[in-house]
């Protein structure tokens, strides 16, 4: 079984991290590790997802607008540090930018130098 690990913020890509999920567990042979599924665990959540990354076959990440979680002792986002450790390990990356039109909502709007991270994130992205 192949363990396809899927990446984002979560907050403004709901809906389409189920989507996700289904298409991904509908292929034979695959299996999607997603943090709805992670349950509780005796890891350090940066360790643990670095741990997931570096065990799947092939990583999807979906890159919006919110830049999310950040990983305090780093300054970047679990989503990006996710990303880095594929990229690292030279995984397989099927990556997908959500458009510029996108909504998103007021509550979730971050600070301008948090949306710079996320610019830059989705520009290394694509």
């Known amino acids: 079984m192949k363990k ?26 695959f299996r999607c590790i997603n943090m709805e599924n992670f349950g509780a665990r005796d890891y350090e959540t940066d360790d643990y997802c670095t741990k997931l990354v570096t065990e799947c076959d092939v990583f999807v990440g979906i890159t919006g607008h919110i830049y999310g979680s950040i990983h305090e002792p780093s300054g970047q986002s679990f989503t990006e540090r996710e990303y880095d450790v594929a990229v690292n390990c030279k995984k397989p990356r099927l990556m997908f ?11 979730w709007l971050e600070k301008d130098e948090i949306r710079a991270k996320q610019d830059k994130l989705r520009e290394r992205v694509s």
Do not use: Q
Not at 4 to 25: G, M, Q, Y
Not at 97 to 107: D, G, T, V
């Open 4 to 29: 396809v690990f899927l990446s984002s913020v979560s907050r403004d890509l709901e809906e389409c991290r189920a989507k996700v999920e289904k298409a991904i567990n509908s292929l034979d042979g």
């Open 97 to 107: 930018l959500a458009s510029e039109e996108y909504p998103i909502h007021k509550k």
